[in-house]
């Protein structure tokens, strides 16, 4: 039987969303989920990004997600992460903010809203930690 390998999981998917906008889940082991977003994360194109958290913080135990990608990210995306972030809190679900791009990481800076998240320089650091 092959073992599943998140972080192998990872790249691949990150190397997909990397050309453009996007977002995709993968388990990452353990009742974790990775969600990966790449592109611009404003009102106009934030709804699969919010979709997919939503479906993922039920039913896993931690859902790390991956910024790494993101190339903007306005009020609408900050919003839709701090929603995540109260239904997570509200589930007894753990979130997790990984490879957080520099335009998401300046819009956390400068609204205070960094302290809200456990963030991680990488997802294998913020998957590693609970597997």
């Not at 691949?12 to 453009?20: D, K, P, S």
């Not at 039913?59 to 992460?81: A, I, K, P, Q």
């Not at 929603?83 to 903010?97: E, I, N, Y």
């Not at 990984?98 to 400068?110: H, T």
């Amino acid at each position: 039987m092959k073992s599943y390998d998140p972080i192998t999981s990872a790249r691949a998917a990150a190397a997909v969303l990397q050309g453009g906008p996007g977002t995709e889940l993968s388990p990452g082991g353990a009742g974790v989920l990775v969600c990966r977003i790449a592109g611009d994360l404003d009102i106009e194109s934030l709804e699969p990004a919010k979709e997919a958290l939503d479906s993922g913080l039920r039913g896993n135990r931690l859902v790390v997600v991956d910024l790494e990608h993101v190339t903007f990210c306005d009020s609408s995306g900050l919003n839709m992460l701090l929603v995540a972030r109260a239904s997570a809190l509200a589930t007894g679900t753990g979130l997790r903010l990984a490879a957080v791009s520099q335009p998401v990481k300046r819009l956390l800076e400068i609204t205070g809203a960094a302290t809200a998240f456990d963030l991680y320089a990488t997802v294998r650091e913020a998957v590693e930690e609970v597997c």
